[in-house]
């Protein structure tokens, strides 16, 4: 089976540097990926991480560790329309594209 | 990016009657869509993938004859809820894309009363 644990949830402030952390246990893995999801709304895609390192988008990076299998979601220059619950998703099954989700993060940006 | 909608949005019903959820891609084809539930205030959990011209797979404690799959095209999934009850009151998120990147629908609010 698979098991993706985060923090509940997390409380920073406007214009500050938040990380958001992911640990896993699957079967098998085949990539890390983070979405954003607002109350009532869809998940958003953030980003993908198959490899060991860092990927940055703009003011989102991610960054992976097969090894310690981990990985975490970091956001810069907070904004407040960034309070939204996070999820990390693992892919775990070769040729398959659904997704197992994390017990999800929810960030709260105060001013 | 690609777009999926779902129809409808939100649902209102009586226990005991079913329910038929629609998932389309609008912009591109799909061989293999996702069906997820989601609680208040949890996380998403993969119901079943959805196959094109083929049945579904479902993930272990689904029941497959009550959550009822259709994948007739390549950009139309259905899900029926069959003799729903109040437990079966959730968030439905449909999503399809490829291994990069999902795109999930608007979702649907199904309510059983």
């Known amino acids: 089976g698979q098991s993706l644990e985060q923090p509940s949830e997390v409380t920073a402030v406007e214009g500050a540097i938040v990380q958001i952390n992911c640990t896993y246990q699957t079967s098998g893995f085949y990539g890390l990926s983070w979405y954003q999801q607002h109350d009532g709304g869809a998940p958003t895609f953030l980003s993908y991480n198959a490899l060991d390192g860092l990927e940055e988008t703009g003011r989102f990076s991610s960054f992976l560790s097969r090894s310690d299998s981990y990985g975490y979601l970091l956001l810069q220059e907070l904004q407040m329309k960034d309070s939204a619950s996070y999820f990390c998703?693992?892919?775990?099954?070769?040729?398959?594209?659904?997704?197992?989700f994390g017990t999800g993060t929810r960030l709260t940006v105060i001013p | 990016g690609a777009v999926v909608s779902q129809h409808p949005s939100w649902v209102i019903c009586k226990s005991g009657t079913s329910v038929k959820i629609e998932c389309r891609s609008l912009?591109?084809?799909?061989?293999?869509m996702f069906w997820y539930r989601q609680f208040p205030k949890q996380s998403l959990m993969l119901m079943a993938t959805?196959?094109?011209?083929?049945?579904?797979?479902?993930e272990q404690g689904v029941e497959k004859d009550k959550f009822l799959i259709n994948h007739a095209s390549l950009t139309l999934s259905t899900l029926t809820v069959t003799s729903a009850h109040p437990e079966d009151s959730s968030f439905y998120i449909c999503?399809?894309?490829?291994?990069?990147?999902?795109?999930f629908g608007p979702g649907t609010r199904l309510t059983v009363t």
């Open positions: 998703a693992v892919r775990s099954r070769t040729g398959a594209n659904n997704l197992f």
């Open positions: 959805s196959n094109e011209g083929s049945k579904a797979t479902y």
């Open positions: 912009d591109f084809q799909a061989t293999t």
């Open positions: 999503s399809a894309g490829d291994v990069y990147e999902q795109y």
